[in-house]
């Protein structure tokens, strides 16, 4: 299949649909020029190219009383393939991480975004899950004072 060339209206679409996913197609039509058919078809095709990876929902963490937000950079005894699956695969089942980054130039090994209620929380996640698993040789904890910035959309050319 050929590279999808994305166009002024393609990028358009893209913008809006990152920050204002609820428009429907009417209105997303309306705001980029477009009637609704080659609309949908231009979405359709972006979706299906992959540049639309999908559609969610984004909930307000204070809401569920989520409010610790720590990043945790581990550290593991080794770097053997095994080692490295097992570890993903462990970490991909805590519904607490919401992030986890394999990491270059840094003395830890990955780096992960966990979200919790609080600090008896984030110790029974600490000390129960991430701790458990046999490969970790360090683990170093840093806390979210204030949220300065939390942006979903990524930036696209104008």
Known sequence: ??????????????????SQGKLS????AEKVG?????CSR??????ESGY??????????EHFNLSL????QVRL??????ILESFEDTIAGYDEVQECCLLTGSDSDYQLKVLVADMKE????????LTTHPHISGIKSSFVLKHVKNQTSIPLPS
């Open 1 to 18: 299949m050929a590279e999808l060339q994305l166009d002024k209206i393609d990028l358009a679409i893209l913008k809006l649909l990152q």
């Open 25 to 28: 197609n009417q209105e997303l």
């Open 34 to 38: 477009l009637s609704a058919s080659p």
């Open 42 to 47: 231009r979405v359709k095709t972006m979706e």
């Open 52 to 61: 639309i990876a999908g559609y969610a929902t984004l909930l307000s963490p």
């Open 69 to 72: 937000t720590a990043y945790v």
């Open 77 to 82: 005894e080794k770097h053997s393939q095994a």
């Open 122 to 129: 984030f110790k029974v996640f600490l000390l129960e899950k």
